[in-house]
């Protein structure tokens, strides 16, 4: 018989390594952040005590809620213990707004599920960045207001996620840099492989490059970086960096899509907790 609970800190390796067998190259310290909004988002599904399906159902305030890390074991495919799991994540944000990075293939499965398609993200990558020279009107993130950097963060996702947030940029490892006044805000974290840049928030080209150029002199080997596929000055930041795409997610929401500022949004932080 089939069992669904939620897992304890001390057993999120398991999400973790199963999304690096998928080739999702999650970051070496993503846990804190990750269970930092609501300790109790992430759902196993076992059998007989041994687990083989997981997925993140992460409720971000009272309206809003995030579904990601939907993996199951393929022994299991096809026999709707996926399915189970997936209906317990819903209910677990039944009255909110859910949103998703969900693989394109899957899209109408999404769909009879109630979500629609709000845009595309695409995955950008190159072997190493260019090491340019550390820009000027850059600053740490703790240098700035963080209810400055938490509006921010809200307007560019669709709701404020502080707890999420400020795990975010204090996790040991993680580097986290600023515009002045809190107007934009990125995060490198090292990854399985390399490092990954996001989120990266600013309020023009301008801005994102300063961001992104300041952080990549501090990411030796690979770089990735998750943009909006049809936001232009994201796409072309990416290839100016000699970054190339290597796959795409289908963001999609069940109710009505937050109002985003898509113009400040030039990558996200995850594709697994938005």
């Known amino acids: 018989m089939a ?15 199963w999304a690096a067998r998928e080739g999702w190259n999650p970051g070496l310290d993503d846990v804190p952040a990750f269970l930092a909004e ?26 809003m809620g995030f579904i990601g890390f939907y993996i199951a074991d393929p022994a299991i495919r096809g026999r709707g ?88 940029i204090e996790t040991p490892g993680h580097v986290a840099v600023a515009l002045p006044g809190g107007a934009g805000l990125a995060a490198l974290r090292p990854c399985r492989e390399g490092h990954k840049i996001g989120p990266l928030l600013a309020p023009d080209a301008a801005g994102a490059r300063l961001l992104f150029q300041g952080l990549a002199a501090q990411a030796p080997g690979p770089l990735t970086l998750d943009v909006p596929e049809d936001h232009a000055p994201a796409v072309a930041l990416a290839r100016e960096a000699g970054m190339e795409k290597v796959f795409e997610t289908a963001r999609m929401y069940a109710g009505p899509a937050p109002a985003i500022d898509r113009a400040r949004l030039f990558g996200v932080a995850s594709f697994e907790l938005g």
Request: a neutral charge.
């Open 38 to 63: 609501d300790p109790g988002a992430f759902l196993v599904l076992e059998e007989a005590g041994v687990a083989r399906s997981c997925i993140s159902a992460v409720r971000y305030g009272a309206e």
């Open 81 to 168: 213990l996926g399915f189970a799991l997936w209906q317990a994540a819903m209910a677990r944000l039944e009255g909110r707004v859910i949103g998703l990075d969900g693989v394109v293939a899957q899209q109408e499965n999404y769909r009879k599920s109630g979500f629609a398609l709000a845009w595309n993200n695409a995955r950008y990558t190159v072997a190493r960045a260019p090491r340019w020279p550390v820009p000027q009107g850059v600053v740490p993130a703790a240098a700035v207001d963080f209810g400055a950097l938490v509006a921010l963060d809200a307007a560019c996702f669709g709701t404020p996620r502080p707890a999420f947030l400020r795990a975010w």
């Open 3 to 17: 069992n669904i609970r939620s897992l304890s800190t001390a057993e999120m390796t398991l999400p973790v390594e």
